[in-house]
């Protein structure tokens, strides 16, 4: 059982480079979302969707795009990285609308911005 | 905004005790879902334990309970018979609802077990 898979697991880029951040979930989830992690303030939302073609912004998109053109992945681009953007991103999916639906989350990607 | 207050930076708790993670969370929707979530030293999020806001009693899966109060808005995390492996992050976090799955994380907790 796959569940959310994230690629790449570690990821150093210089300032002003992009890059993509792929996630996949093979459980057929409506629901679709980016969080990053930094030390001492939880995981953040940046981007969330409830389906092909529909996404939306969380609490701190700035800096970030997504798309979502299939159900089945959700990727998150940086189009020109900065040192803020170093964090720990996480993909994670759901059951849309269902409040006691969990989350099932990737195992991370480490991103180093220098 | 939506906040979640997990106040409790890092705890110790000596094996084989029980230990209360604390969180609390604002909201005026009546209608939510509370989670808790652990994060070992490996990294990833794994999903522990799920209270609604019209659920009567308090959630309970194996040594996991939430001692939830409602009136207090608060959901903490009641750990028993804590062993080392529980040693770890812990993240509270909140489903306001609507069309979406979209949950407000806390801070978290750093849990520490000591033999």
């Known amino acids: 059982n796959a569940g959310v898979t994230q690629t790449p697991k570690f990821q150093v880029l210089k300032t002003g480079q992009s890059m993509t951040l792929q996630c996949a979930q093979d459980?057929?989830?409506?629901?679709m979302s980016w969080y990053r992690q930094d030390p001492g303030m939880g995981l953040r939302l940046i981007h969330y969707s409830v389906g092909a073609g529909i996404t939306d912004q969380g609490e701190v998109p700035n800096g970030y795009n997504v798309s979502r053109s299939t159900t089945e992945d959700f990727p998150l681009r940086l189009l020109s990285a900065a040192p803020s953007q170093t964090s720990v991103y996480f993909c994670?999916?759901?059951?849309?609308?269902?409040?006691?639906?969990?989350?099932?989350f990737g195992n991370g990607t480490r991103l180093t911005v220098t | 905004a939506q906040k979640i207050t997990q106040t409790q930076p890092g705890m110790f708790v000596q094996e084989k005790e029980a230990v209360t993670l604390d969180c609390t969370y604002d909201t005026s929707d009546p209608s939510y879902g509370l989670f808790w979530y652990k994060q070992p030293s490996s990294g990833e999020m794994i999903f522990l334990i799920y209270?609604?806001?019209?659920?009567?009693q308090n959630a309970t899966e194996g040594r996991y309970s939430l001692n939830f109060q409602k009136a207090r808005k608060s959901a903490n995390l009641v750990i028993s018979a804590s062993q080392l492996g529980d040693s770890a992050m812990y993240f509270c976090?909140?489903?306001?609802?609507?069309?979406?799955?979209?949950?407000?994380f806390g801070t978290g907790t750093l849990l520490a077990v000591q033999p």
């Open positions: 459980m057929n989830h409506e629901y």
């Open positions: 976090a909140v489903n306001y609802g609507g069309a979406t799955n979209k949950l407000i």
């Open positions: 994670a999916s759901g059951t849309a609308g269902w409040l006691d639906s969990p989350l099932h």
């Open positions: 209270q609604g806001s019209y659920d009567q």
